[in-house]
């Protein structure tokens, strides 16, 4: 998903809306970064490549780290100028700021990005239930047979009629 950002290098004369462009294009390049990391790790996921996994995992990490950072920093930013840090507030924020709709354009493309990797990470949570509950189940199942090979086998020498109430007792309603 490769996104040029659109924030110029430098915006204006204010500082607040240079730090702010800088800030929001690192966290375009990050986001951009998180979003194909997401991505391999539901491929990684899908192949249950367990190596390729712990390799996206831990370079995930950083990355995150690295965007809650710089949302912080747009946070003080956005607040020091006396606007709250949601929609309205950054909205109002931009509006003030030179430069304006190349500030907003990449302020729409990250949260574009951002709504992207949250349906991905949804999507790889769900890859990994599922995958837990086909574990969970071929355990239970694994458990099942072997008990049941077991008295199967002991039931064998007994012979057929003793195997039969056997079998009734172990698994009620005569099922095997």
């Not at 490769?2 to 004369?13: C, F, H, K, W």
């Not at 709709?101 to 790889?124: D, F, G, K, T, V």
């Not at 574990?135 to 086998?153: I, Q």
Request: aromatic share 4%; proline share 5%.
């Amino acid at each position: 998903m490769n996104r040029q950002p659109l924030v110029p290098a430098t915006v204006g004369e204010s500082p607040a809306a240079r730090e702010f462009a800088e800030s929001l294009r690192r966290a375009l390049e990050l986001a951009a970064r998180l979003e194909e990391l997401l991505l391999a790790e539901g491929g990684a996921l899908e192949a249950r490549d367990a190596s390729r996994l712990h390799e996206i995992v831990v370079a995930k990490r950083p990355l995150v780290a690295a965007l809650e950072h710089e949302t912080q920093q747009q946070r003080a930013l956005v607040e020091a100028a006396g606007h709250r840090f949601d929609p309205l507030g950054i909205e109002v924020f931009f509006y003030a700021l030179p430069a304006t709709p190349a500030i907003a354009e990449s302020w729409r493309q990250l949260r574009q990005i951002a709504r992207h990797c949250a349906e991905m990470n949804r999507a790889n949570a769900d890859l990994i239930e599922r995958g837990r509950e086909r574990e969970h189940a071929g355990r239970l199942d694994h458990r099942h047979r072997e008990p049941r090979r077991e008295r199967a086998h002991q039931l064998d020498r007994l012979g057929t009629r003793q195997r039969l109430q056997l079998v009734d007792q172990v698994a009620p309603g005569g099922g095997r």
